[in-house]
Nanobody, 121 residues
Framework: QVQLVESGGGLVQPGGSLRLSCAASGSIFAIYTMGWYRQAPGKQRELVATIRTLGSTNYADSVRGRFTISTDNAKNTVYLQMNSLKPEDTAVYYC???????????????WGQGTQVTVSS
């Protein structure tokens, strides 16, 4: 089984920055993508950014140019650098990976427990 543990959330003023981290551990044969999603109160979970093992990235239009996703493949860790934060970025941020835990098992989606990001003055 793959476990994901996020860290780095908190309260920040508008225009500020935060860096989220997410480390994958457990039984990991291969990781194909890692990413971040968020869910604001009363809204559906939405994609923020994803990154593939070879480095290609995808961003939501609402965060492109302000957020940067990156990985440390040796540590199975994904980061989300968030700059120029806005109140509308307030949400619970969830780490996700599509990974294969063992060579004999199919790949699947795994989720972290979420970390709260609040942007407010």
């Amino acid at each position: 089984q793959v476990q994901l543990v996020e860290s780095g959330g908190g309260l920040v003023q508008p225009g500020g920055s935060l860096r989220l981290s997410c480390a994958a551990s457990g039984s990991i044969f291969a990781i194909y993508t890692m990413g971040w999603y968020r869910q604001a109160p009363g809204k559906q979970r939405e994609l923020v950014a994803t990154i593939r093992t070879l480095g290609s990235t995808n961003y939501a239009d609402s965060v492109r140019g302000r957020f940067t996703i990156s990985t440390d493949n040796a540590k199975n860790t994904v980061y989300l650098q968030m700059n120029s934060l806005k109140p509308e970025d307030t949400a619970v941020y969830y780490c996700n990976t599509y990974a294969r835990p063992e060579p004999t098992r199919p790949g699947g989606d795994y989720w972290g427990q979420g970390t709260q990001v609040t942007v407010s003055s």
